[in-house]
């Protein structure tokens, strides 16, 4: 396992796979990484990539707006990245060979960080993180425990501007992340 620094670097340099050789910059992670909560998304898209920083387009907004509602701010109270950290090219779900190429920089993120809570956003997270047999629309919003950790997938905010009816779901799946939160900070 790598420190913050080392693994940083180490990321920014990858050429593992095919999406390096396109990005503008890698999206490596943002956010407090001392904190209870790890948010992962998909890929970056192109102002995650423009900018280097996840989440900060359209869809990163969305959640970031419903997250400060309830007090959670990126700065202090969550950490917050994606299973890949390149752009694949016009914003598709990454190949497997590119996931897997990858995954071994967000095990030792999340090895880092240490958190007590885990949100998956949207499916590729959900099926990478907890597994092939679990679907979104049948799993979301159910808390599955794993060596002390709490796991929870919902939609990707993404898919909101998809479907409205998605966003009162979500907004509950937020409610319980962060209910869970202070639940543990309670101790
Ligand atoms: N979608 C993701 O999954 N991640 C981002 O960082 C931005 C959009």
Same mark, same amino acid.
């Given at each position: 396992?790598?420190?913050?620094?080392?693994?940083? &670097?180490? %990321?920014?340099?990858?050429? @593992?796979?095919? !999406?390096?050789?396109?990005?503008?910059?890698?999206?490596?992670?943002?956010?407090?990484?001392?904190? @209870?909560?790890?948010?992962?998304?998909?890929?970056?898209?192109?102002?995650?990539?423009?900018?280097?920083?996840?989440?900060?387009?359209?869809?990163?907004?969305? !959640?970031?707006?419903? !997250?400060?509602?309830?007090?959670?701010?990126?700065? &202090? &109270?969550?950490?917050? +990245? $994606?299973? %890949?950290? %390149?752009?694949?090219?016009? $914003?598709?779900?990454?190949?497997?060979?590119?996931?897997?190429? +990858?995954?071994?920089?967000?095990? $030792?993120?999340?090895?880092?960080?240490?958190?007590?809570?885990?949100?998956?956003?949207?499916?590729?997270?959900? @099926?990478?993180?907890?597994?092939?047999?679990?679907?979104?629309?049948?799993?979301?919003?159910?808390?599955?425990? @794993?060596?002390? %950790?709490?796991?929870?997938?919902?939609?990707?905010?993404?898919?909101?501007?998809?479907?409205?009816?998605?966003?009162?779901?979500?907004?509950?799946?937020?409610?319980?992340?962060?209910?869970?939160?202070?639940?543990?900070?309670?101790?």
């Amino acid at each position: 396992m790598l420190k913050w620094r080392e693994l940083y &670097d180490e %990321c920014i340099q990858c050429h @593992k796979c095919n !999406l390096g050789d396109k990005r503008n910059n890698v999206v490596f992670g943002d956010g407090n990484p001392r904190s @209870k909560i790890i948010f992962v998304g998909e890929a970056p898209g192109a102002d995650e990539d423009r900018i280097g920083l996840p989440f900060v387009g359209r869809a990163g907004q969305l !959640l970031t707006k419903g !997250l400060t509602a309830l007090n959670l701010v990126r700065e &202090d &109270d969550y950490y917050i +990245c $994606n299973i %890949c950290k %390149c752009r694949p090219d016009n $914003n598709r779900v990454p190949y497997e060979d590119e996931v897997e190429a +990858c995954l071994p920089y967000l095990r $030792n993120q999340v090895a880092l960080v240490k958190p007590k809570i885990i949100v998956c956003l949207g499916s590729t997270a959900m @099926k990478h993180i907890l597994g092939n047999d679990f679907r979104i629309t049948r799993d979301r919003g159910k808390w599955i425990e @794993k060596k002390g %950790c709490y796991i929870l997938a919902t939609f990707h905010p993404a898919a909101l501007f998809r479907d409205e009816s998605k966003k009162v779901l979500f907004w509950q799946d937020l409610k319980s992340v962060k209910k869970k939160y202070d639940e543990i900070e309670k101790g």
